[in-house]
């Protein structure tokens, strides 16, 4: 945000290299300094995308409703807001879960997110597991199971999520030959399964 405000502050010693147009793209990760900034910059027209609940950056809380007033300090007419709802990256049933999560921060957290339409896919696929009150002994004991060896076996399509880097120093033994991840790290990436550790546990 230093950076941002250097920015701001020093802008018009060189304002005559105005962008025509600008897109902009997971938008929910941005302070709104930073989308003030785009916007001053910007001669024309901005297009941004973005997912209020995908929200991963640490002292953001976003909301597209939250950036009306960014558009006055230029006299513009504050976008239309177009929300899609075909999620052609997950099947119904893991959009089901995330939906009923963001179902419970909505009741519990009504100001921190956009009130939107529910995704859906025309994937159907596995519904996903919720492991609950297992000892890590109970957890590798599963997955040993599926791996048939001592040690289970990860590989490139598999992947441990974790919130942040002190759940990552916490984990377990038996899952020191995965792939671990915060939140922050796998935005982005795909993997065939996915395993969520403490992730709700470790959330303040």
Known sequence: MDVVRHVFRFYPTWSNRELD????????????????LMLLVTNRNVFFCGDTAQTIAKGVSFRFFDMKPSFNFRSKVPPKVVQLTKNYRSHQKILDLANSIVDIVELYFPRTIDTLQRESSDIDGEKPIILEGYSDKDLMGMLMNVSKSDVPKFGSSQVVIVRNQETKNKLPLFFQNALCLTVYE???????????????????
């Not at 897109?23 to 990760?29: A, F, G, H």
């Open 21 to 36: 147009y600008m897109v902009v793209d997971e938008v929910q990760d941005l302070a709104p300094l930073t989308i003030k």
């Open 186 to 204: 796998a935005k982005g990436l795909e993997f065939e399964d996915v395993i969520l550790y403490n992730f709700f546990e470790d959330s303040s």
